[in-house]
């Protein structure tokens, strides 16, 4: 009898450990389950994160390598406002759309080649004949650069003669090249920038992209801006 109930105490004890067993080996696999899930969640959110990020700045800051094709002038300079082409650039330059309401900015851009001044004229990125508005423009030819944006946007001084259509390289302005003691220089606010088509523009910035013998041209133009602007 005795034996009987010590076999049968010794059967519940082993059921009894199968289960706890059992149980804790359904709980590991849970557990396995759900870091692994959040793993793969994780590793996906970084991907996608990864993904945007590069496409977001290779839309803005990747090179586009915008030629003569695109409608670049590199003739002798003064140079009016290329339309034909206009679309076709601000679509590869990927720049925002306009609004004055949102982001709205101005600098002011002083042109001098060979010692003279050279207007930068009213318009550009202006196509009233397809009625057609870049956010990055001039009314007038005062030199005032506007950046009127639906978002903050880190507009280049390359893309203003991007869209203006005039070739600017940190070694060409339009039929201009440097070499044989000829140099092209940007100057903002009174210091030399040595990045020059990818200085970003600030707030009434005076900036100064001069062509020529070094010394022929001014390195700030100081310029005063109408009230509210």
Do not use: C
Not at 47 to 54: F, Q
Not at 64 to 93: C, F, I
Not at 96 to 112: G, N, T, W
């Amino acid at each position: 009898m005795a034996s009987r109930e010590e076999e049968k105490r010794k059967r519940r004890e082993e059921r009894e450990q199968r289960e706890r067993e059992e149980h804790e080996a359904k709980k590991k696999r849970q557990r396995r389950m759900t870091f692994g899930g959040a793993g793969i969640f994780v590793l996906i959110v970084v991907i996608v994160v990864i993904v945007v990020a590069s496409s977001g700045s290779s839309s803005k800051k990747n090179p586009v390598g915008l030629t003569e094709a695109n409608g670049l002038q590199v003739s002798p300079g003064p140079w009016p406002p290329e339309y034909a082409h206009l679309q076709q650039r601000v679509k590869a330059l990927g720049l925002p759309d306009p609004s004055d309401a949102i982001y709205h900015i101005h600098s002011h851009v002083a042109l001098y080649v060979n010692g003279k001044n050279i207007k930068v004229p009213a318009q550009i990125g202006i196509d009233q004949s397809k009625q057609f508005l870049t956010s990055l423009h001039t009314h007038d030819d005062t030199g005032v650069i506007h950046q009127e944006a639906v978002q903050q946007f880190p507009f280049t001084l390359g893309e203003f003669f991007d869209v203006w259509g005039v070739k600017f390289t940190k070694t060409q302005l339009g039929a201009y090249h440097v070499g044989r003691g000829l140099v092209l220089q940007t100057w903002v606010n009174g210091k030399q920038v040595p990045t020059g088509p990818t200085y970003k523009f600030k707030p009434h910035d005076n900036v100064v992209v001069a062509f020529g013998s070094a010394g022929s041209f001014p390195k700030n133009v100081p310029f005063k801006y109408p009230s509210g602007e």
